[in-house]
Each structure stands twice: as C-alpha cells, then as structure tokens.
C-alpha cells in the first residue's frame, strides 16, 4: 500500500497573480467499477474540456459518468504510462482530487475486515498513483498533503450523529463541489532571509508568527462574506470583470443570484475596497452571534471568534514566497523560467485569462502547500510602495505578465483606489 489509511512599472494593466461512509458489504463493488470508470475515462474527459466544460472539469466518479454519456467514443485507460506522461499538471492534479476521495472512501469501508472487491479497486487506485509518482516525485508529497487534509475531515463523519453536520462535512469532500470552498490557512513561523531581486537584497527579518491563505481569494469567497456583510449591490458581491463565460455559473447565496467563477480569483477589487473587506470581516469576526460565527466557521475551517485578519506585508508575501529564506533563486529554487508554467498561469499557458485557484503545482512552504503565488492575479500586500508613498505593493504577476515580472523578488505598485481584471488578493491572519 502506498499510503497508510491516515497516513516598475509596465503599462499594461497594472503598473507595477461524499457520499457518506459505505460500511455496507453489499455496495463494495460499486466502488470498484468507479476506480475503473474513473481510470478509464479521465483522459478522455480532459481532452474535451474546451468542447465542455462540464466534462473538462473530472474530479469525481459521477462527473466521469457524464463525461461517458457525453463523449463515448474515447474511453482509454489510465494503465497507459504514455498517457500519464503526456497529461498536463492541471490534469493530474484534478484527477489527484478524485483518487483521494476514492482512496479514502475504500481504505474506510475495508478497515473493518479484508473484502476482495475493495481490496482489488484499492490496488487499482495505488497502481495509477505509481504510474502519477513516476512521472514526477513530487507528486507523492502532495499527495500526501491531500490526504492528511481530507482524512482529518473524512474521519469525522464516522463520529457525528448530528445529520446536518455530517451532511456539511461530506459536502466538503466534494473537490468538484465549488459552493463549498474553503478559507485554509498555514502558519509561518518566524525567520530571516533575502528580500528583494537577486543582486539587490537586504537581509529582513518576520519576528511574529502569522497565517497565510494556501490560495488567491476566489469569487465565491468574496461573495458569501459580502452577503453575510450585508451587500446588496450585485456588483459589489461580485466585482470580478472575468466572472461570464467558460466556468460561469448563477449561484444562490441566501436568496441572492449571483453570477461568477466561483473558484477563480476575485479581481477588480482596489486595495482599498478590500481594505473596507477586512475591516468589516474583522467586525464580524469579534460578533458574538452564533449565527455569524456559524457562517465564518463553514468558510474558514478553522476560524475562532476575534480572530484579526489582514493584508501580508511585502515581507511577508515575500518571505512566503522564499520559502522562509530556503528559495533564494529568481523563481523560487531556480534561476531560470524552465518549470515556471508547472506552478503559474501567465503569458505563456494562461490564454489571456484567469483560472481556478489550486490547478497547478504548489509552492511547498515549511511542508505545507502554497497555490498560486505566481501568476493569475497579482496580490496586494499592506505595505507601501518604494517609490510612492501613497502607492501600494501587490506581488506575484498575473495571467498576462511575462515571466521576468513573476520573479520572487518582484514588486510592483499603483494607487489604493486603482482597480484591474488581474488584481486581487490573498489573507493572512496575525494574532495566533
């Protein structure tokens, strides 16, 4: 077994990126013909993503189902290293999602005593992920980030009788399940390290510990807490200029139709219209209403009452980014763009738009994952810019940039009231 049950300026833009536990015997083998399904139909899934989105986006068996009746004539077999080989990271990592609730749901229905049937779609998923591992080691790491993540919450659904409640967390499960996004954040701990483009340094040092978002805030996000803030102006709920087309769909949140990507980045959004964001989210934060409180805990999974949320500092992005001083390289631990395109969407793979957050390799950081931090928006940062003042710092590129402006040391800066399709943000939290 492969894993143990828990295991500057540029003027263009900017200026200056379940199915509840199955204990039953009797529906083993439907486990086993959705590891086969899922293996057999993945790759004819994503090669039609630009004809349909729906079927483009495979990450669970009941979207493999679809894809089947949609496009028949193409059902190959991941056991094909070839195929694997040729797949994009974003596929992988997709596919990768689904193999995790797979691996979870059989490894839990089996614990209680050896089925042959699911011990033989258990051997099926761990041969697959042999073949992903070999293609690129690193996969194996983030994989078992995913499976700690989800293990953590899959389990607790075995302990809660309360329905609702499980019903919450099984719905989390769901990867293809966008309503249900969730806020996570990592600690960074303190350090020291090399800010700023190789050749131009000073040495800075982070002497507090903060939390950083693993990714870019995304439209659904924005939108359900702009709700819960009292927001009426659909237009401010979502403010994203790339909410329409490819991905788009109406969500109802408390009765309000919205339109967006729900898992794209918000953009469009000023330093400081998410400077009022905050300011409000923290007011919510310090509520005593359960009700309130209930909204902020399904958002950010581990959110208390009067946690402090805020913009990173420059330093902090950057010391993220520099993996607490242990990347110090052009682009993370490389000095050239040669692996750029595995972690970042910009000039050279984005096609000129955003994407969902978390589809391309992460940033390791202190063995936690960081998506995003290069490319697909650019990330406002607290501080001020060198050069002005009353300008403020946003970092990582966007979609568009060319690779130079997505290097680790990068700053570039506009004014707080300054709004861009490319611009948005990601938090941390500072009183923990």
């Known amino acids: 077994m492969i894993f143990p049950i828990l295991d500057q300026k540029r003027e263009y833009g900017p200026r200056y990126s379940v199915p509840g536990i199955v204990n039953d015997r009797n529906v083993s083998m ?55 080989a040729d797949a994009t990271d974003s596929e992988i990592l997709k596919y990768m999602d689904a193999l995790v609730i797979e691996h979870l749901k059989i490894s839990t229905s089996n614990q209680h005593g050896i089925d042959r049937s699911l011990k033989q779609a258990l051997e099926t998923v761990e041969k697959t992920l042999k073949q992903i591992f070999e293609k690129d080691p690193r996969y194996r790491e983030i994989y078992k980030l995913k499976m700690t993540e989800k293990s953590k919450e899959y389990n607790n659904t075995t302990k809660s009788k309360d329905k609702e409640k499980r019903k919450i967390i099984e719905d989390s499960l769901d990867p293809v399940n966008l309503a249900k996004q969730k806020i996570i954040f990592h600690q960074i701990k303190p350090g020291k390290f090399m800010m700023g483009e190789i050749g131009n340094q000073t040495e800075k040092t982070i002497d507090q510990p903060f939390s950083m978002m693993s990714t870019q805030f995304t439209q659904m996000m924005w939108a359900r807490l702009k709700i819960a803030m009292g927001e009426t102006d659909l237009n401010k709920i979502n403010p994203s200029k790339h909410k329409t087309g490819t991905d788009s769909i109406k969500v ?35 509520l005593d209403d359960p009700k309130t409180q209930n909204v902020l805990k399904k958002l950010i999974p581990d959110h208390q009452k009067n946690d402090d949320y805020d913009f990173p500092t420059s330093e902090q992005w950057e010391f993220v980014m520099r993996n607490l001083g242990n990347a110090n390289n052009k682009f993370f631990d490389k000095a050239n763009d040669s692996e750029l395109s595995k ?90």
């Open 252 to 286: 109802d949140i408390e009765g309000v139709d919205v339109d967006m990507k729900p898992d794209h980045p918000v953009e469009q959004v000023s330093w400081n219209d998410i400077s009022e964001f905050i300011t409000k989210l923290n007011d919510l934060s310090k």
């Open 30 to 84: 439907k486990f086993v013909s959705l590891i086969f399904l899922l293996s057999a139909l993945f790759f004819s899934c994503t090669s039609t993503q630009k004809n349909n989105n729906f079927c483009g986006d495979v990450r669970t068996p009941a979207n493999s189902e679809q894809c089947a009746i949609l496009f028949p004539q193409k059902q190959t077999s991941l056991n094909s290293k070839n195929q694997i």
């Open 343 to 432: 972690y970042a969407w910009y000039d050279k793979n984005s096609d000129n738009e955003t994407h969902a957050v978390a589809q391309l390799l992460p940033r390791i950081i202190d063995g936690k994952p960081f998506y995003d931090m290069e490319g697909n928006v650019w990330e406002w940062n607290k501080s001020s810019h060198y050069s002005s003042a009353s300008d403020r710092v946003y970092r990582g590129g966007g979609f568009y940039n060319f690779a130079y402006q997505l290097h680790s040391g990068y700053r570039s800066g506009n004014p707080p009231d300054y709004r861009n399709g490319v611009l948005g943000f990601r938090l941390v939290r500072t009183n923990r």
